[in-house]
T-cell receptor, first 112, second 112 residues
Framework: GESVGLHLPTLSVQEGDNSIINCAYS??????FIWYKQESGKGPQFIID?????DKRQGQRVTVLLNKTVKHLSLQIAATQPGDSAVYFC???????????FGSGTRLQVQP | DTGVSQDPRHKITKRGQNVTFRCDPI?????LYWYRQTLGQGPEFLTY????????KSRLLSDRFSAERPKGSFSTLEIQRTEQGDSAMYLC??????????FGPGTRLTVL
């Protein structure tokens, strides 16, 4: 079935470096994409979202890029900090639905 | 605290017992969602409400599961005759119409 997936299960970066987390989706009907951060024992925390009529959106230290041609989504974190260590999920929403479909997650480890 | 709250945070039960979880959404959010998350996986959609109406249910929501939102505010999720496969984190989220979903801390269920 159609799904949202991630390229790498674990990403290790040095503190201060930029991080890039990638996500592939296969449902062309998806029109809304969200990145969530989840720390151990906590619920997912909203980071940033993007709609299909955009290809880039920036927040504080984070940027989401959407390439609809190749159905690819990425999250860029600038100047990664130890507090950024967590599991990151991309999620998609199909047109007309409200249920989010999540990928399996990428663990980001920030080395001091 | 104005976030989504869930109760209890942890529940340990024996196989065959019934359990009920509660979710209090962010005040005035008219949409409320239930997800289930197993270790190492992303959340999976179970069901959602708009006000008191249950608008969508996943195939994951077997007949042993029932969710209610009687007054359009808090919601309960009941699992009858629990099975070991029901062990998971049960997450609740809320949103306003087309806005992003905010998640609660979850209820971790362990079925012995």
């Amino acid at each position: 079935g159609e799904s949202v997936g991630l390229h790498l299960p674990t990403l290790s970066v040095q503190e201060g470096d930029n991080s890039i987390i990638n996500c592939a989706y296969s449902n062309s009907a998806s029109d809304y994409f969200i990145w969530y951060k989840q720390e151990s024992g906590k619920g997912p925390q909203f980071i940033i979202d993007i709609r299909s009529n955009m290809d880039k959106r920036q927040g504080q230290r984070v940027t989401v890029l959407l390439n609809k041609t190749v159905k690819h989504l990425s999250l860029q974190i600038a100047a990664t900090q130890p507090g950024d260590s967590a599991v990151y999920f991309c999620a998609e929403e199909h047109t007309g639905r409200r249920a989010l479909t999540f990928g399996s997650g990428t663990r980001l480890q920030v080395q001091p | 605290d104005t976030g989504v709250s869930q109760d209890p945070r942890h529940k340990i039960t024996k196989r065959g017992q019934n359990v009920t979880f509660r979710c209090d959404p962010i005040s005035e959010h008219n949409r409320l969602y239930w997800y289930r998350q197993t270790l190492g996986q992303g959340p999976e959609f179970l069901t959602y409400f708009q006000n008191e109406a249950q608008l969508e249910k996943s195939r994951l929501l077997s007949d042993r599961f029932s969710a209610e939102r009687p007054k359009g505010s808090f919601s309960t999720l009941e699992i009858q005759r629990t099975e070991q496969g029901d062990s998971a984190m049960y997450l609740c989220a809320s949103s306003n119409l087309e806005d992003e979903q905010f998640f609660g801390p979850g209820t971790r269920l362990t079925v012995l």
